[in-house]
Structure formats: structure tokens, C-alpha cells
């Protein structure tokens, strides 16, 4: 029983702050790279920031660098994502997921294409 749950979700003014979870029972995060991946409505499904199994390697989506940050928590089996200084246009829901990847997966712009998937969480960006 592989799961992904996410929290941290809700409503934030503009400026605001958010850090997203991401825990994973049945199996252990450290063998996976993880990513975030979000979607709005009407909108294609755009990766927002990768974490290689190491957590060596890190990237983001040109709207989110400087602003968002990826790490992990092997010893909790647990993702996050640090989001700082929230626009209106980070309104989506945001997944985590996984995939059995080497580090190369998170090398490049962050992906859309995991094997696991959690439910996702609403964020909400508004005055």
C-alpha cells in the first residue's frame, strides 16, 4: 500500500507563507526522487520543484525559484515545500508524488511524470 498525503493547504493573503507535507507510508521516501506538481483549473499540470533521492540535487519552475523551497526528511519519510511570498497566480492544488529514479530525474526542469501520486491540497492565494 503505497500513499502520498499531503498538508499544509488553505488560504493565504498575497505575500503570504505556506510549507506543504508530504508523507508517504508503505514504502520509504529516501529510494524516490519526489516532486510537487500543481494544477489549476483550465490549466496544464505544471511542475513545480523535484528533490532527487539524495536530496542533492533540486530544481524549480522559473515562478517558483527564489521563492519556494524543496527538502526532505528521511527520518520522517516526509517532503516539504517552503512557500514564500505567495502570488495569486500559485492558486492550485498541489501534488506530491514519487518515482523510483535516480538522481538525473531532478536534474533537469522539474517533471510532470511520477509513478505515486498523493490526493493533493488546495492552496488558496488571496486578499
Known amino acids: 500500500q503505497l500513499q502520498l498525503v499531503e498538508s499544509g493547504g488553505g488560504l493565504v493573503q498575497p505575500g503570504g507563507s505556506l510549507r506543504l507535507s508530504c508523507t508517504a507510508s508503505g514504502f520509504t521516501l529516501d529510494d524516490y526522487a519526489i516532486g510537487w506538481v500543481r494544477q489549476a483549473p483550465g490549466k496544464e499540470r505544471e511542475g513545480v520543484s523535484c528533490i532527487s533521492s539524495s536530496g542533492t540535487n533540486t530544481n524549480y519552475a522559473d515562478s517558483a525559484k527564489g521563492r519556494f523551497t524543496i527538502s526532505r526528511d528521511n527520518a520522517k519519510n516526509t517532503v516539504y515545500l517552503q512557500m514564500n511570498s505567495l502570488k495569486p497566480e500559485d492558486t492550485a492544488v498541489y501534488s506530491c508524488?514519487?518515482?523510483?529514479?535516480?538522481?538525473?530525474?531532478?536534474?533537469?526542469?522539474?517533471?510532470?511524470?511520477?509513478?505515486?501520486w498523493g490526493q493533493g491540497t488546495q492552496v488558496t492565494v488571496s486578499s
Open positions: 508524488a514519487a518515482t523510483l529514479e535516480d538522481d538525473s530525474y531532478c536534474l533537469g526542469y522539474p517533471p510532470r511524470d511520477y509513478n505515486y
